[in-house]
């Protein structure tokens, strides 16, 4: 009889299952109404007198031993199948990501920059802090043109100052380069301007120069035409008003047909049909000698616009003062831009 304790305790110990049928056979054939703890019990009536009181006592422990072993089995199933079902609700709708967009006028000097390279200009960066020869004298600003006073150049020192132009990233290129130049020059200028809607102390540039022998002004008026459309449509035109730059002669002020109203005249135009892109205009012989290249042999055109102004009138923003603010509101409205 006590050997049949024994027996029936080592089989619960060695019992090992992870399905819950076994585990509930198992406790059927030593639990259950035949099971073969509880016939032992039945056999109690057997057990010499003497002896009932230890042999009651191993089988109440080996009863709660084949109990405990079936819990434990069940409990270990149940977490095993919690912890592979894991508790993610796939239902939950998701956290939106939240993409960064690009700024409007990254967006706009890019395409810029596209449509230049499309037809063969390379693109060159100059210093934001510029010396007198770079951003003046070598472009043919007299020594008592305006745009040297303090009113309108922020100095640093003596004949250093923050760029007014990007023009002086082209003197650069001329100093250091032989025809044929072909190039852009992309980047931030200062003037030292007060700030409102139409006006601020920095703003964006991007300028041209092409030089080689025989360029003429159909070269320049051509490729702006080429440039006016890729940006603004099929559909824009341009004309060439007279005006009057230091480095070029002649200058021209750009206009392109208004690209709200397609040049019938609305309140973006001011009911002229025209709106003003850019300066442009033939290198001067000076500029070329003082970059070295030979007035006689090279000529060429050199051209000018400002990046907030093209974003303008692409994106109807008249405040100029958003492009630098950095307002989260208005940054985002162009997250679904591609280019
Ligand atoms: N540098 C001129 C400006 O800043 C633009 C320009 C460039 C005009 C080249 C003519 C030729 O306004």
Redesign the pocket.
């Known amino acids: 009889m006590f050997e049949d304790i024994d027996n029936i305790n080592q089989e619960v110990e060695k019992f090992q299952s992870n399905s819950l049928e076994e585990i509930e056979q198992f406790r059927i054939s030593y639990l259950g109404k035949k099971g073969k703890i509880t016939l032992l019990f039945g056999a109690f009536k057997e057990v010499p007198v003497d002896q009932k009181k230890e042999f009651g006592k191993q089988l109440n422990i080996l009863k709660n031993n084949c109990q405990e072993k079936i819990n434990s089995l069940k409990s270990k199933l149940s977490t095993n199948s919690n912890s592979s079902k894991s508790n993610t609700d796939y239902t939950i709708p998701g956290q939106p990501m939240n993409f960064g967009s690009r700024h409007p006028i990254t967006l706009i000097r890019d395409r810029i920059t596209n449509i230049f390279s499309q037809i063969g200009f390379s693109i060159s960066e100059g210093p934001e802090i510029e010396d007198d020869w770079h951003n003046f004298t070598a472009l043919n600003f007299p020594k008592e043109h305006p745009a040297r006073d303090m009113q309108d150049t922020f100095f640093i020192q003596d004949e250093i100052a923050l760029r007014?132009?990007?023009?002086s990233v082209q003197v650069r290129v001329m100093e250091n380069n032989q025809p044929p130049i072909r190039t852009i020059s992309p980047g931030r200028?200062y003037r030292n301007e007060a700030i409102s809607a139409r006006a601020h102390c920095f703003f964006h540039?991007i300028?041209?120069?092409y030089i080689d022998k025989d360029v003429s002004f159909a070269d320049m008026k051509k490729t702006l035409l080429y440039f006016t459309k890729s940006m603004f449509g099929n559909e824009a035109k341009i004309r060439l008003r007279p005006s009057y730059?230091p480095?070029?002669e002649p200058?021209a002020e750009v206009d392109v047909s208004c690209t709200i109203c397609n040049g019938k005249g609305c309140n973006v135009c001011k009911y002229s049909g025209w709106l003003e892109i850019?300066?442009?205009?033939m290198v001067d012989p000076n500029v070329l000698e003082n970059c070295n290249i030979d007035p006689d042999v090279y000529s060429g055109y050199?051209?000018?616009?400002g990046v907030e102004r093209i974003a303008q009138l692409i994106y109807q923003v008249n405040d100029l003062r958003l492009y630098s603010e950095n307002d989260w509101r208005f940054l985002k409205q162009f997250s679904s831009e591609t280019f």
């Open positions: 007014t132009h990007t023009s200028v540039q300028e041209g120069l730059f480095f070029t200058s850019m300066g442009c205009g050199a051209f000018g616009m």
